[in-house]
T-cell receptor, first 112, second 119 residues
Framework: GESVGLHLPTLSVQEGDNSIINCAYSNSASDYFIWYKQESGKGPQFIIDIRSNMDKRQGQRVTVLLNKTVKHLSLQIAATQPGDSAVYFCAENIANNNDMRFGAGTRLTVKP | EAQVTQNPRYLITVTGKKLTVTCSQNMNHEYMSWYRQDPGLGLRQIYYSMNVEVTDKGDVPEGYKVSRKEKRNFPLILESPSPNQTSLYFC??????????????????FGDGTRLSIL
């Protein structure tokens, strides 16, 4: 079946650098996407979302980019901090469906 | 404080012994769901509920039951647990289901998880 996936399982960056986490999705009918952050021992925490009628959305230090042509989603974290170390995963919702499909996640490690 | 509360957080039990994981939210959310998280597989939906007395199967419902008698509670029931149900379980809620495109975006709020080990 179709699923959400990730290009890299791990990402290590230097504190202060920008981080880019990628996600590929395969269902062209997906119209709502979310990025979650999951710290050890905790549940997923909402970071930012985007609908398919947008290409870009910005939050505080985070930006999500959506490329519908190649079915690609990315999360950019500016000036990465040690507190950003976590597993990040994307989720997609297919239009008019009542569930979300989640990717396996990328572990981000921030080196001091 | 707005939150989703799961209990217990950790449980080790044996095959065949019925167990219930409780989930409660204090945000008056209509939509609630249960997921399991296994290494390399991401979150997979077990069951979801659109509102009181309305539940439906997700991607991996076999071996699980749920109920939604009240809006705030959505317990997950394992009638006869088996070792392949050893996993990390998350409950989530949102004011509307993810596919409610007529409304503003509806990200789910997650509990902190329940780690089940079935021996």
């Amino acid at each position: 079946g179709e699923s959400v996936g990730l290009h890299l399982p791990t990402l290590s960056v230097q504190e202060g650098d920008n981080s880019i986490i990628n996600c590929a999705y395969s269902n062209s009918a997906s119209d709502y996407f979310i990025w979650y952050k999951q710290e050890s021992g905790k549940g997923p925490q909402f970071i930012i979302d985007i609908r398919s009628n947008m290409d870009k959305r910005q939050g505080q230090r985070v930006t999500v980019l959506l490329n519908k042509t190649v079915k690609h989603l990315s999360l950019q974290i500016a000036a990465t901090q040690p507190g950003d170390s976590a597993v990040y995963f994307c989720a997609e919702n297919i239009a008019n469906n009542n569930d979300m499909r989640f990717g396996a996640g990328t572990r981000l490690t921030v080196k001091p | 404080e707005a939150q989703v509360t799961q209990n217990p957080r950790y449980l080790i039990t044996v095959t065949g012994k019925k167990l219930t994981v409780t989930c409660s939210q204090n945000m008056n959310h209509e939509y609630m769901s249960w997921y399991r998280q296994d290494p390399g597989l991401g979150l997979r939906q077990i069951y979801y509920s659109m509102n009181v007395e309305v539940t439906d199967k997700g991607d991996v419902p076999e071996g699980y039951k749920v109920s939604r008698k009240e809006k705030r509670n959505f317990p997950l029931i394992l009638e006869s647990p088996s070792p392949n149900q050893t996993s990390l379980y998350f409950c989530a809620s949102s004011s509307r289901p993810p596919g409610a495109t007529l409304y503003s975006n509806q990200p789910q709020h997650f509990g902190d998880g329940t780690r089940l080990s079935i021996l």
